[in-house]
């Protein structure tokens, strides 16, 4: 199976801590990169490509939205501390593939497979969709 590479945007260091224990420990096929601001996803996705993107809503300089300005073709997962319905209307509208309110005790974490597979997943879907609509 070939490995997933992630691209996870998060400022929190406690929360990059809990995601790359739970990667580490759990396994998965992933090879990770972690960048903590929008500034530093910009330098990053000039030299590399990733399979999807996991980022907190908000950045010290800017927002999930912003990074969706930035990518093109590359599922995109917004998480955040923050239960509000209109931002997650609005990532979702802008082309966020999920959009994940994160739990005090991290137990988050332990859907991001899940996620980051079905993001996988809709993505080769609408590849296939685009590819034979074409033909």
């Not at 931002?87 to 991001?112: Q, W």
């Amino acid at each position: 199976m070939e490995r997933v590479k992630i691209l996870l945007v998060e400022q929190n260091s406690i929360h990059q801590l809990a995601f790359k224990l739970f990667m580490d420990k759990d396994e998965t096929s992933y090879d990770y990169v972690i960048a903590d601001s929008l500034k530093e996803v910009e330098d990053i996705i000039k030299t590399n490509v990733f399979d999807v993107i996991i980022t907190d809503f908000q950045l010290g300089d800017g927002t999930a939205l912003d990074i969706l300005d930035l990518i093109e073709g590359v599922p995109l997962i917004v998480t955040t501390g923050i239960d509000d319905q209109q931002t997650a209307v609005e990532a979702m509208k802008k082309g966020a593939y999920d959009y994940l309110v994160r739990d005090k005790d991290y137990n988050y974490i332990k859907v991001m497979p899940v996620l980051v597979e079905n993001a996988i997943k809709r993505k080769r879907s609408e590849d296939l969709f685009s590819l034979l609509s074409h033909a």
